[in-house]
């Protein structure tokens, strides 16, 4: 009995470990990937403040409270004469596989490794969607821009609104300068976004995070959403939402888009 008791404890204390383990390797990889968003940030602030002048008003990790109670954060809006600019910073290495209208991404490394995320283009839609309704102004007057910096490569044709590199970056903001708006109309532009602003404290950002890992309903057919890992093929490991009344609906999306 005393065996069999101290047998059990030692099993425990190896499934302790491998948990604290496991747990501790997740955590380093989402601080990793959070570090590396960060990182991609200050680099297109970097590009703002090299290449902007006194012409555009530049608001970085803008996380705003929508009409609907929900909340949003863009990485960079950018107001201006010539439009509101609405970016995305994506810092990505190995191959990107990308078609505009795809609903997920591939990105692929030498050893084999692949990894989908969500369309960006999707996602800096609703963000532009988002910006047009606060300001009350047509989407026409908003331009959305999806950067990538990072030393990743297309090997697809690069998608129209996505920029690879500093260079091709800056050069939108030279393109761009058809004037949308009046001079007197920035400040009232500005003071709207300002309005509309949260403060990026603890509070906020976890709330923003749980929204995002609210389970979502099924878009198709209503049901509930499932939290499914790939057990096979070349994604096996990664995490998806998968609908509940499968096989009867198929529908699968990316978690926290």
């Known amino acids: ?32 990937a959070q570090e590396k968003g960060r990182l991609g940030e200050r680099r297109v602030q ?29 990485d960079h809006i950018v107001i201006s004469i010539y439009g509101v600019f609405v970016v995305e ?32 283009l999707h996602q800096n839609y609703k963000h532009c969607q988002a910006i047009a309704d606060l300001l009350a102004i047509p989407r026409e007057k908003i331009h959305s821009a999806v950067v990538f910096i990072g030393d990743a490569e297309f090997k697809t044709d690069i ?10 970056y ?19 532009l500005i003071a709207r976004l300002q309005h509309a602003r949260l403060e990026n404290n603890a509070d906020n950002l976890q709330q923003h995070i749980e929204q995002l890992h609210r389970t979502p309903r099924c878009p198709k057919c209503g049901a509930k959403m499932l939290e499914i890992t790939a057990k096979k093929g070349e994604f096996t490991g990664q995490y998806f939402y998968g609908c509940s009344r499968f096989p009867h609906c198929r529908h699968t999306q990316p978690i926290s888009q």
């Open 1 to 32: 009995m005393e065996i069999l008791f101290i047998v059990l404890l030692i099993v425990i204390i190896c499934l302790a470990l491998l948990f604290s383990a496991t747990s501790g390797t997740e955590e380093k990889k989402k601080i990793h």
């Open 46 to 74: 970097g590009i703002h403040d090299w290449n902007l002048g006194a012409d555009y008003h530049d608001f970085d990790d803008v996380l705003l409270k929508l009409p609907n109670g929900e909340s949003t954060q863009i």
């Open 89 to 120: 910073t994506k810092n990505k290495s190995g191959w990107i596989f990308a078609q505009e209208r795809e609903r997920q991404w591939t990105q692929t490394f030498p050893n084999g490794k692949k990894y989908r995320f969500q369309n960006p």
């Open 159 to 168: 998608p129209n609104q996505v920029y690879c590199g500093k260079s091709a």
């Open 170 to 188: 800056a050069a939108l903001y030279e393109q761009k300068k058809e004037i949308l708006f009046e001079e007197k109309e920035i400040p009232s």
